[in-house]
């Protein structure tokens, strides 16, 4: 990872780390990511997305007309940032109140993705980060599904993860119960839609499962 | 809610409303927010944040001394997104796929908080905001860790809510199972910090079982 002064974290370094596994953990686990770009005027503007990551590229995904899409692959500087929210700190005090969260920022540029055989891959991995071993029953995607999808890739070279995890660090002697709340995100029954008589499959089965027992 | 350019959307503009309760709504049940912010050289910085919301102002809070708290009390142009993820929505090809969500995008600029009756009520809407009925039960926050805590508000003017719920719109015919897997945060056994000893208030049983039986 590169360090830069963008990167270098002031307040409470010792939640900060630059190594690529700890950061590519991160965004692997986040099912979203908010994009920050600068509009015409120099403004910024935040959006949720989908991405998915390979290797040391992350790749984001939306129509070819949308104007963050256009933003996002024009090579202006981005920010992206995933959060994950592992649980809430309770302490003695507003002021100790803490979260316990895993979060990425990575700075860099969008390239647009024209090469075919990338954007394909780049799409799949879309496809298998949010619902793995569905793809290879879904209707292959066509050449025009593809021509009006824009996909842009970053580099994951200039990343840092920020983490806090554990108890309160409050030794205050006062009458409240301190602990953490563990929160995590979990899968509920799947609702077939009204025209759909099949059985659940098993990698939908297995979905739910997994998000049910994650760090239960 | 104001109408520009900015808050005008051209995708799905049917999944879009300025509607102030709507905007109000997924701002409060989200529990952190991105905020975007432009750098010393106009570069955007995205991070992570806990926000409340007083009427129609959105508050930020954060170490009198950081970056962050600096860059967004500033006066400079701000876009806060709070996003919900809701399910996933799956189809017969990857290009319908699609996610349940319900999203805030707010521009504005930060104001600093200096009244000292604004800034403990923003500080106290946060707490609120984080584990309600606790605050009560908490050691009163001291002068000194007010003064060390910077308070921004954002009036709630320029947002735009986008959501997208219900099953996919696709009625391909292709043998997969398609419909929607819920998705929701829930709460877990809480675990008291080492030193406390204490039964779990009531407070906390109550927000486990809300966060269990949300969306449920």
Redesign the interface.
Known sequence: MESSD?TTL??HPERGSRDPAAVSSVLDEA??C??????AE???????M?HARIGDRLYLHG?R???AMQAIGSGR?????A?I?D??V?A????A?S?N?R?V?L?GAGTPVVDLGEKQRA??A??DK??PD??E??????SK?IA??AVASIAIAEATVKQRSG??N???D???????????????????????D????SH?AA??KR?ESA??
Chains 1, 2 share one sequence.
């Open positions: 963008r002031r307040r099912l979203v908010h994009v920050g770009f600068t509009d120099g403004r910024p503007v935040v959006i949720p989908i129509a007309a949308s104007r500087p981005l920010s992206v940032t959060t929210v649980g809430l309770l003695t005090s507003a002021f109140h979260m969260y979060s920022v700075f799409l799949d879309i496809t949010v619902m569905r793809r029953d879904l209707r292959p995607m066509t599904e009006a999808t108890p309160s409050d030794d205050e006062w009458p409240v119960w301190t602990g953490v709340v563990p929160l995590r995100i979990v899968a509920g029954e799947p609702v077939p839609d009204p025209g759909c099949r059985p659940t499959p939908i979905y739910v998000q760090d239960a």
